[in-house]
């Protein structure tokens, strides 16, 4: 299978999609974020996890097949050049210009929240530039510090940066398909080694580690996503794993939500403030491990099943622009969000706004972009040599 793989092309698309609606909740849901909106509440929680326990990892298996795809077709030189010719521009442009305003905000609204832009504390926003890029802001107050320069929403470029420097050391030995793929897709191994894998580092890492996007000591995040991104490489073009996902999908579809069930009854159950037994405790980490794992070979079997054939100027405009999208929707996000909160409007009113800002901000910043050769590296499009690309092939 040497063809392009438009059912990965969609998957990458409808789950970076997904999460940049998903930041959109984060302005309404009651869990921490860098600003939050008057009307925020658990209303949409159960909603929000639908997708949280599985989508990341999704990313880094399509980004791990997408590298075996790519790494095939080139020397190991010239796959290391091209990689990192291709994140490292949009990853520094996030930490010195898109990212900063997220920052911004987050501090005024924490100092909002406090005791207002009080005489105390009017300093913090002093030459706030300057402080973010050389880390002397020291902006802390009790739920900790805010570290600068940062790379917020990005992690997930850093992440793929250091996988691939990794992934050059033991990419001829990846290069070639293992035996024990054959025996993975067999049977009901295909949902329970994964499964087993990644419950087993949540039950021993995640306590220590947790979930800090913090690279230097993310162990946990790096043992699951390092691994799924190996995974995808080593499966992206071995054919019965694909089939083997369509043949499971609808099973999967019906355990990921039985298991998304089971953990929305549970966080109900056991609210803030009101500990669960240890034992239940851990059974429910592994359900939501079976909830994610099962969820990702149902929406890899359901897109290989309808969408491998999918091409069409849709597929290639959103192939291009929705990298783009992803760079800059949080920051769009933050602002907008801020700012719409303080016109004090319905909610009716402002969660469409929102959406309608993020959306329009995103094609914007994508569409000036691509237009203008000296910034198509910074946003993570390739070179262009030519005119001004055609806008319906979304190049």
């Not at 949902?191 to 306590?207: C, D, K």
């Not at 220590?208 to 043992?223: N, Q, V």
Request: with cysteine; aromatic share 16%.
């Amino acid at each position: 299978m040497t063809e392009r793989r438009y059912d990965l092309d969609w998957l990458r698309i409808i789950a970076f999609g997904l999460l940049i609606f998903y930041h959109c909740g984060m302005f309404y849901v009651s869990w921490d974020w860098h600003v939050k909106s008057r009307f925020a509440s658990d209303a949409i929680e159960p909603l929000m996890m639908l997708t949280s326990p599985w989508r990341l990892t999704l990313l880094f298996l399509i980004a791990g097949a997408a590298t075996r795809f790519m790494a095939d077709k080139m020397s190991m030189r010239t796959f290391f050049t091209n990689r990192m010719r291709r994140l490292w521009p949009p990853l520094l442009l996030a930490m010195f210009v898109i990212v900063p305003p997220q920052s911004y905000f987050e501090i005024v609204e924490a100092l909002q929240a406090a005791n207002g832009l009080g005489p105390g504390h009017a300093g913090w926003l002093d030459n706030f530039y300057i402080k973010y890029v050389t880390g002397s802001g020291h902006w802390c107050d009790a739920d900790g510090c805010l570290f600068t320069p940062t790379y917020n929403h990005m992690w997930f470029v850093a992440y793929l940066i250091l996988y691939t420097l990794a992934l050059v050391l033991i990419l001829p030995l990846l290069r070639r398909t293992p035996a024990a793929q054959s025996a993975l897709v067999a049977g009901p191994l295909l949902v329970l080694v994964p499964w087993l894998y990644m419950s087993a580092l949540r039950l021993t890492l995640f306590p220590i580690f947790g979930e800090s996007h913090d690279f230097r000591d993310d162990w946990y995040l790096h043992s699951l996503y390092f691994s799924t991104f190996l995974f995808g490489f080593a499966i992206a073009k071995y054919q019965p794993f694909f089939d083997r996902c369509v043949q499971l999908r609808w099973a999967a579809l019906a355990i990921a939500l039985t298991c998304w069930a089971a953990l929305i009854g549970y966080y109900n159950i056991y609210a803030e403030g009101v500990d669960p037994p240890e034992w239940l405790r851990l059974a429910m980490r592994s359900v939501r491990d079976l909830d994610a794992w099962c969820a990702i070979i149902a929406a890899i079997g359901l897109a290989h099943h309808h969408l491998r054939g999918a091409d069409g100027p849709v597929r290639r405009l959103l192939t291009q622009a929705i990298f783009p999208f992803y760079l800059i929707h949080q920051t769009i996000i933050v602002v907008a969000g801020y700012y719409l909160d303080k016109m004090q409007m319905p909610l009716a009113v402002e969660a469409p706004l929102l959406l309608a800002a993020t959306v329009l901000g995103c094609w914007l910043f994508y569409d000036w972009g691509r237009r203008l050769s000296f910034l198509r590296v910074w946003i993570g499009l390739p070179p262009w040599d030519g005119p001004v690309p055609v806008s319906r092939d979304g190049r």
